[in-house]
């Protein structure tokens, strides 16, 4: 079936850095979101990408849709500890705009 | 403000005994919502479409026995889950669109 990959698992980085997370699947898809889920919460949408090679921003995120629509990837600049959380992609699941499968996710801790 | 919002945050027990999450559309009608269940320290998973005013469509391996789901109104999805057992216990969140796909604040439940 479907399934995103993400990677790295985790990560602990220090206040400031830059982190880059990617996302990948053997599926192409034409939709590819990038959600952040705090504690005990439900994920929210940071980006969306609709388009092969997009590269959109939103603020100090950037992410980009992968040339061959089988990847993704995130980059967060100069992080702060509110970044803190975890990072999910998501893509339609069989083509249904609403309906999502989830990447495994990618632990993002910062250190002030 | 919240978009889709769910009830309870949280909920404890027994074994045995059935549960009911709501999941509410504030100000914005919708025919459809999705259920996803989180269990811990990974990522989520669809569960079924919940379609007002018939029957939802439920992933597969998702026992529609188990999991109820009534989508009576077009602001208000429920999820019973009957006969609870630990292995229920989870993280249940749901989501709706208006134009953006937005989810609830997630429904913890543990199951003794």
Redesign the interface.
Known sequence: GQQLNQSPQSMFIQEGEDVSMNCTSSSIFNTWLWYKQDP??????LI?LYKAGELTSNGRLTAQFGITRKDSFLNISASIPSDVGIY?CAAP?GGA?????????TLLAVQP | GAV?S?HPSWVICKSGTSVKIECRSLDFQAT?M?WYRQFPK?????MA?SNEGSKATYEQGVEKDKFLINHASLTLSTLTVTSAHPEDSS?Y?C?A?RG???????S?LTVL
């Open positions: 005990g919460e439900g994920p929210v949408l969306a999910f699941k705009t609403n309906k999502l499968i989830f990447g495994t996710g | 889709v769910q459809t999705f990974q990522s989520l998973m669809l479409t993280f969140i989501s669109s953006e796909l937005f989810f609830g604040e997630g913890r």
